[in-house]
């Protein structure tokens, strides 16, 4: 009998999974899964900024023309009739089973586990990802080419089309990763079907005995059918109407694109979890918000991406909460490198709110020899350049987010990793970054630039293929870099580029040797001791801009041997003339003869007066951001700091980072 909340004559989905026959292929987990948590810069960067650097990447890269792509998060909590309606959607009921028979003490099986004991709860965590002014699911059910068979059926599947920064490939996987159920179900509007939604689901269930009977890996929700007698699920197309009760209707989203839906959504690296499996639902939205305003400024600020989370409960027409991804102070440093054209000699950025640049020319390119069925890939090796830039923020900003690094850009718009800049001696802080390929078309004009722009797309096909599967990193080491491209005698460059960068920021961009006589002191004394530096006249007018200082009382903070940590007091306290958000970091780390102390955790802060015009950041557990507006003046605070494992908490000595 069809579900009660179907429109008479409309066909039920439901899950197809696939027998085991003869010798076929089953395995007891996701591969792709194992291998994308298994990046070096994965074990670094928390899951939900890889969910969200997935998703945004795939969402420019499928961007209609030169129309700007919008994402929405959608974070939604199910209860009561509107819960067990949902379930029903999606052949819950006949699934159940299958995911019920997964044995053993592997991790999909325990990740099952616990999204069936999840599903038991009065509240279902769904997350919903939308996106607008892409391409959608195009393709039928058994184009190898399209859309729709790379994201939904295909495995490490990214295609060849150029200027893809990782399309449907490997690092969808991370959208299965976030489901308790490992189940991710699509809709999608694309030109030339009006008013009707393409629907399907996919798990990435183990193989499994049921009944006696044996099930490969992977089950699939459509409509029924069968193919050579194995039986299959194709995909349905619905209207908007029929799809509402999947939460795959797309409401209030203009034009063509995608929808997933990830059931039982948790965050499964994190400690500090409900037994929902997630944090505070508003604490969430804004974290992925933030997590694209980090890894998307370039996008964003270019006008290619648009990113909201919403929080919806039940009704999902009118939502509870929204947060907007922005380009805030947090990452303007960076942006403002793209924005200054390089002098012929660079003038070092000595004070807070100067920036420096530099064109890094005779960067070359190998030439591409592969793929020889399509001659207008290949080219001969020719020679880039790299934009790079820096900006000097306060020394009080050491403790946010990226301070200190090289953003690394090409010109898809993401940011594909921050790397560690040097020390400076003065203890000075900074924000770089280098622009490559096409993402030179995005900086200040010079003649450098002018004449790299006329092979940008090529060299942008370059870095592209020299980046793993995580899209964190330039390697000359890559499959696809060493099959497309005479790379011998190349690589040595490119695998030393981010010494390279580093060297040029500290000497080149941020270090004067041309001092005057009275300026040479005034250099050492902020070597042997930031704290008495001499405040220069440039220093003393850029105080007038608003700033916030965290100020530790220590005769108000005590040992708390019960909570096993310390309790710190403190005071947050805005200064400046000017209007505008002033940002400050929190952070302690262990004292050590290296002066690389281990971080401590920050728990339980407390704000002792009122929180109007403050807002506070605390999605890392290891360091707190503090972001005030000009009706703020001062408050005091006071949090728990507890020590890494294994430091005795008695003897230990800690320091305030920054």
């Not at 929808?259 to 948790?266: D, G, K, Q, T, V």
């Not at 950041?617 to 949090?639: A, L, M, N, Y």
């Amino acid at each position: 009998m069809a579900p009660n909340h179907l429109a008479k004559g409309l066909t039920p989905l439901k899950w197809v999974t696939t027998p085991a026959l003869g010798q076929g292929r089953s395995s007891g987990g996701s591969a792709s899964a194992e291998l994308f948590e298994s990046g070096s810069s994965q074990r670094r960067r928390p899951h939900l900024e890889t969910l969200v650097r997935e998703i945004c990447q795939n969402s420019i890269d499928q961007r209609v023309g030169n129309k700007k792509a919008k994402v929405f998060f959608d974070l939604i909590l199910l209860t009561g009739k509107e819960r067990d309606k949902f379930l029903e959607s999606i052949d819950w009921s006949n699934f159940l089973p299958h995911l019920s028979s997964v044995s053993g003490t592997g991790g999909a099986a325990l990740t099952l586990k616990a999204g069936i004991d999840a599903l038991k709860s009065e509240t279902l965590v769904c997350l919903r990802i939308s996106d607008s002014g892409t391409r959608g699911l195009t393709g039928d059910d058994w184009d190898e080419d399209g859309n729709f068979r790379r994201l939904c059926v295909q495995n490490f599947s990214t295609g060849e089309a150029s200027g893809r920064g990782g399309s449907f490939g490997l690092g969808k996987a991370v959208s299965w990763m976030h489901s308790r159920l490992m189940t991710v179900l699509f809709s999608s509007e694309i030109e030339g079907k009006k008013d009707e939604i393409r629907i399907f689901g996919r798990s990435e269930i183990p193989a499994h005995d049921l009944d006696g009977n044996s099930w490969l890996d992977g089950a699939y929700l459509g409509i029924q059918s069968e193919k050579d007698g194995i039986p299959i699920a194709l995909s349905d197309w619905r209207t908007r109407k029929e799809a509402k009760p999947l939460l795959l209707d797309r409401d209030g989203i203009v034009g063509t694109g995608t929808s997933l839906l990830i059931p039982a959504f948790h965050e499964p690296d994190r400690e500090d979890t409900t037994e929902l499996g997630i944090r505070d639902p508003e604490h969430l939205c804004k974290s992925l918000t933030s997590a694209a305003a980090k890894w998307f400024w370039p996008a964003i600020s270019w006008g290619r991406l648009e990113v909201q989370a919403r929080l919806f409960r039940n009704d999902c027409i009118n939502s509870d909460f929204v947060s907007k991804a922005v380009v805030d102070s947090l990452w303007k440093p960076f942006l403002e490198t793209s924005r200054i054209e390089p002098d012929e000699q660079p003038i070092a950025a000595l004070d807070p709110g100067e920036c420096s640049t530099v064109d890094i020319d005779g960067f070359s390119i190998p030439a591409r020899v592969q793929p020889v069925d399509n001659p207008a890939l290949l080219h001969p090796s020719f020679d880039t350049s790299i934009r790079l830039g820096v900006s000097r923020v306060s020394d009080s900003e050491v403790c946010l987010p990226c301070r200190s690094t090289i953003a690394l850009v090409r010109g898809s718009g993401m940011v594909i990793d921050y790397v560690d800049g040097n020390r400076l001696p003065d203890g000075g802080v900074y924000c770089a970054a280098a622009f490559v390929g096409s993402a030179l078309k995005n900086v200040a004009d010079s003649d450098i630039t002018d004449k790299s722009n006329k092979f940008a797309e090529e060299a942008e096909e370059y870095f592209r293929a020299a980046e793993p599967v995580t899209h964190d990193d330039w390697l000359p080491t890559t499959r696809r870099l060493r099959e497309s491209y005479q790379w011998r005698g190349y690589a040595k460059r490119l695998k030393g580029l981010r010494s390279e960068l580093r060297q040029i920021v500290i000497h080149k961009l941020l270090t004067s040797f041309d001092s005057s006589p009275d300026e040479g002191p005034e250099l050492l004394m902020k070597m042997l001791n930031r704290k008495m530096a001499i405040v220069s006249s440039s220093s003393k007018t850029a105080s007038k801009k608003p700033k916030l200082e965290v100020v530790i009382n220590r005769e108000q903070s005590c040992l708390l041997k019960n909570e096993g940590g310390w309790k710190v007091s403190g005071d947050l306290i805005r200064s400046g003339n000017q209007e505008g958000t002033a940002i400050a970091g929190l952070c302690f780390k262990s004292i050590s003869d290296s002066g690389q102390g281990d971080s401590w955790v920050i728990n339980d802060m407390r704000i002792h007066a009122s929180e109007k015009d403050l807002e506070i950041d605390d999605s890392e557990p290891k360091r707190i951001v503090f972001s005030v507006g000009p009706k703020f003046q001062d408050s005091p605070f006071s949090c728990l700091v507890k020590p890494p494992a294994g430091v005795d908490l008695k003897v230990a000595g800690f320091k305030q980072g920054g």
